[in-house]
């Protein structure tokens, strides 16, 4: 059975960071892409970011480029995303997912889901 375990979320002032984990376990995900969406109150799940399955190449929303980087280590089946120069826009639930379609930005392309942690920003 496979299972998406987050850790790492938590209450940070704005302008601070947090680093979230994503450890898989019932299958090795080594090829899969794997990515980190959100989902604030009233809104819908959006995509954050996301990484190849050989950790080569990574894809951003505008809203975290250049402060959010993902990263994964194979050896252990886990994806990180390191938050920096947080805002209190950043507030939301943040889930992992491994990839079964083609598409990184699409949360449909993602086939496995984590039950999510909770990121809080204050301002």
């Known amino acids: 059975q496979v299972q998406l375990v987050e850790s790492g979320g938590g209450l940070v002032q704005a302008g601070g960071s947090l680093r979230l984990s994503c450890a898989a376990s019932g299958r090795t995900f080594s090829n899969s892409g794997r990515g980190w969406f959100r989902q604030a109150p009233g809104k819908e799940r959006e995509f954050v970011a996301a990484?190849?399955?050989?950790?080569?190449?990574?894809y951003y929303a505008d809203s975290v480029k250049g402060r959010f980087t993902i990263s994964r280590d194979n050896a252990e089946n886990t994806v990180y995303l390191q938050m920096n120069s947080m805002k209190p826009e950043d507030t939301a639930i943040y889930s992992c997912?491994?990839?079964?379609?083609?598409?990184?930005?699409?949360?449909?392309?993602?086939?496995?889901w984590g039950q999510g942690t909770q990121v809080t920003v204050s301002s």
């Open positions: 997912a491994v990839m079964a379609g083609a598409s990184y930005y699409d949360r449909r392309a993602y086939r496995y």
């Open positions: 990484i190849t399955g050989s950790g080569g190449a990574s």
